[in-house]
């Protein structure tokens, strides 16, 4: 069995909930008893590591994704290659996701993003081969996104404020608010969201909307739920006098979604009503060539 060791008196505990329920009897609250006997700095600028957590004090190195990056550049090639790897297999450990994490769980999470280890390891696919794993999205764009598609979108008679599309038609969805039918059907649907249902959708909805991506999979479908606002204008949105752990427990829920039915479905933010109208039907249409590519990390960095 562990054995938790009080730094301040020597008392062991069997676990270590005992152990912090102990510290508050020295008079000294967390924070101030693993700063004073587990002092952590910067790794750029030398100064003491901010105590929130435990989690997040013993794996925070930088106050920003920022700072990581000119730590790197600063550094011995081979040590910032060996860090941000480590930092990957630390993620992939604590999480026990079957696959590496994609673009929105890298930023969400403030964790070297897709380019960085592209810098490092040629590509993201190699860097994760490292660590025995596939990325959740492993594939490239294909050369077809540049198309236009002249397909039908049939929108679930249900969906409230529907986009607009050249050709559509109304009909009742089991599950998402578009797809196509047909010769056109690709086994793909999108679920398109407003900030405000994301945030009630993977809220307090999570469930509900679980048995939905259930559903989806049984019929070997693949679902995209794209909100029609960037994550940077959400947060902007939820200031001032909001709750942002509302906010932060629906992007929690996101990934957690995203690694509970892994490569079956994808989470899109774009930037307006009129990006995801442009969106919508390429996905519809190309379906399977495009499941397995991280489109957020191609419309964050303007290739689509």
Known sequence: MM??????????????????????????????????????????????????????????????????????????????????????????????????????????????????????????????????????????LTEKFKEDFDVKVFIDTREQRPLSFHKSESLKLDFGDYTLAGEDFTNTFVDRKSATDFIGTFGKGYERFKKEMQRCVEINGYMYIVTEKSIKDMYKDFFPGKKISTLNWAFSNMVKMQNEFPRKCQFIFTNSREQSESLIPKLLALGKEVWETDIQYHLDKGLI
């Not at 997040?56 to 730590?71: I, K």
């Not at 993620?91 to 590496?100: E, G, H, I, L, T």
């Open 3 to 140: 054995s938790y060791k009080c730094k301040e008196c020597g008392a062991e505990f069997d676990s270590e909930k005992s152990l912090h329920a102990h510290i508050k009897k020295h008079n000294l609250y967390l924070g101030d008893y693993y700063v004073k006997h587990y002092p952590r700095y910067n790794k750029l600028t030398g100064d003491p590591i901010q105590f929130k957590n435990k989690d997040q004090y013993f794996t925070t190195d930088f106050s920003n994704l920022r700072q990581m990056e000119e730590w790197c550049q600063k550094a011995d090639f081979q040590e910032a290659k060996d860090y941000i790897l480590q930092i990957l297999i630390k993620r992939v450990s604590a999480k026990n996701w079957d696959y590496a994490p994609c673009h929105l769980e890298l930023s969400k999470a403030k964790l070297p993003n897709i380019d960085l280890y592209r810098k490092y390891y040629e590509s993201y696919n190699k860097a994760c081969a490292e660590i025995g794993l596939e990325p959740l999205f492993k594939r490239p």
